[in-house]
C-alpha cells in the first residue's frame, strides 16, 4: 500500500507538470489547428533561463531565500518564453496560417531544432545541477514521501490551471478566444482581431510551459538543451489522451499520464526485481497514446473544436 500511495504522490507530480504543458498544446490546436512541436523547447529555454538567473541572484545577492530566488527565476522565465513564443508565431507560423498543414507543421519541427541548437550554443550542450531552494527534508504522508518541492509542483499548478480557466471562461479575452476557435472569420466580423486573439494564446501557452520548465528542473535537479523533446512530446500525448482542442482534456489526460507511467513502472520494478522499471516508463506513456489513437481517437473526452466552415 505504502508503494501505491508513493507511486500516485509521484504520478500527480509528474502529471501536473505533464498538463501544464498539454494546456499549451490544445490551446493552440483549438484556436489554429496546429500542432506546436516547438512548445517543449520552450520549456527548455524557460527551465535553462531560470537556471541563469538562479546562478546571477545565488552570487550577486547571497543570502536570499530560496523561495524568492525560485520566484524571481519563474517570473523572468516567463516573460523570456512569452517573447519567445509570440516572435515565433509571429515569425514563422503566421506566414503559413493560409498553406496546406504540412507546412506550418514541418516549419514547427524545423524551428524545435533550431531552438535546441540554439540553446546548446547559449548554455553548451553538459548538463547543468540545479540548485535545491527549497527544504531539502521530505515529510511522511501515510507512509509515502513528499518533499517541498514536490509540495510546491501541485500547489502552482492548481493556481495556474484555476487562473487559465478563469480567464478563459470569465473575461474578454477568454470569449474572444472561444469565439476564434468556432471560427476565425465570424469572430472577425464581431469585432474580435484573431491575430491578436492567437497572439495571446501563444503568449499564455508559454508562460504554463516555462512554470512547468522551472518545476521540472527544481524537482529532478538538471537542465540541458534536449530537457523538454521528451516531456513535451510526453504532453502531445497527453492532449490526445484526454481531447486534444479541450483544456479539461488536457489537465486529465496530463494527471492520468503520469499516474499510469508512474505506478506502472513503480510496481514493474517491484514485480521484476528491478529488472523493469524506471528506465521502462517512456513506453508505457507511448504505448497510451497508441492505444488511444486506435480505440479512441478523439481522446476520453472528445474535441468540442467546431470544423471551421
Same mark, same amino acid.
Given at each position: 500500500?505504502?508503494? @501505491?500511495?508513493?507511486? &500516485?504522490?509521484?504520478? =500527480? ?20 489547428? @496546429? ?12 527551465? @535553462? ?17 530560496? !523561495?524568492? &530566488? ?52 547559449? !548554455?553548451?550542450?553538459?548538463? %547543468?545541477?540545479?540548485?535545491?531552494? @527549497? ?5 511522511? #504522508?501515510?507512509?509515502a514521501v513528499i518533499t517541498v518541492t514536490q /509540495?510546491?509542483?501541485?500547489? /502552482? ?7 487559465? =480557466? ?17 471560427n476565425p472569420s465570424v469572430a472577425s466580423l464581431?469585432?474580435? %482581431?484573431?491575430?491578436? /486573439? *492567437?497572439?495571446?494564446?501563444?503568449? *499564455? ?5 516555462? #512554470? ?10 538538471? #537542465? ?9 512530446? %510526453? ?8 481531447? *486534444? ?10 494527471? =492520468? ?12 520494478? /517491484?514485480?521484476?526485481?528491478?529488472? =523493469? ?14 492505444? *488511444? ?17
Open positions: 500500500m505504502d508503494i @501505491l500511495l508513493q507511486q &500516485i504522490i509521484n504520478g =500527480l507530480v509528474l502529471g501536473s507538470m505533464y498538463a501544464l504543458v498539454a494546456l499549451g498544446y490544445t490551446m493552440v490546436y483549438g484556436i489554429i489547428n @496546429l500542432i506546436n512541436f516547438a512548445h517543449g523547447e520552450v520549456l527548455m529555454i524557460g527551465a @535553462l533561463t531560470s537556471w541563469t538567473i538562479v546562478g546571477l541572484i545565488q552570487e550577486s545577492m547571497p543570502g536570499t531565500p530560496g !523561495w524568492m &530566488i525560485l520566484l524571481i527565476a519563474m517570473l523572468v522565465a516567463c516573460v523570456v518564453a512569452a517573447v519567445l513564443n509570440f516572435s515565433i508565431e509571429k515569425i514563422a507560423y503566421r506566414p503559413l496560417r493560409n498553406s496546406p498543414r504540412l507546412a506550418p507543421l514541418i516549419t514547427a519541427i524545423g524551428m524545435s531544432i533550431l531552438l535546441q541548437t540554439l540553446a546548446m550554443i547559449i !548554455w553548451k550542450p553538459n548538463y %547543468k545541477s540545479y540548485p535545491t531552494l @527549497l527544504a531539502a527534508e521530505p515529510f511522511q #504522508v501515510a507512509g /509540495v510546491m509542483v501541485l500547489g /502552482v499548478t492548481a493556481i495556474c490551471l484555476s487562473i487559465l =480557466l478563469y480567464v478563459v471562461h470569465r473575461t474578454r479575452l477568454g470569449r474572444a478566444m472561444r469565439a476564434t476557435a468556432e464581431m469585432g474580435v %482581431k484573431p491575430d491578436t /486573439v *492567437i497572439s495571446a494564446t501563444f503568449i *499564455i501557452g508559454a508562460v504554463l510551459a516555462a #512554470v512547468a520548465g522551472v518545476m521540472f528542473a527544481a524537482n529532478y535537479g538538471t #537542465v540541458q538543451h534536449t530537457m523538454g523533446f521528451l516531456p513535451g512530446l %510526453k504532453a502531445f500525448t497527453a492532449a490526445v489522451l484526454g481531447g *486534444i482542442g479541450n483544456l479539461g482534456g488536457a489537465v486529465v489526460g496530463g494527471l =492520468l499520464l503520469g499516474l499510469i507511467e508512474s505506478i506502472g513502472s513503480g510496481y514493474l520494478g /517491484v514485480l521484476t526485481g528491478g529488472v =523493469l522499471g524506471s528506465h521502462y516508463t517512456d513506453i508505457l506513456g507511448f504505448l497510451v497514446l497508441v492505444l *488511444i489513437l486506435i480505440l479512441r481517437p478523439s481522446g476520453l473526452l472528445g474535441e468540442r473544436v467546431a470544423d471551421r466552415a
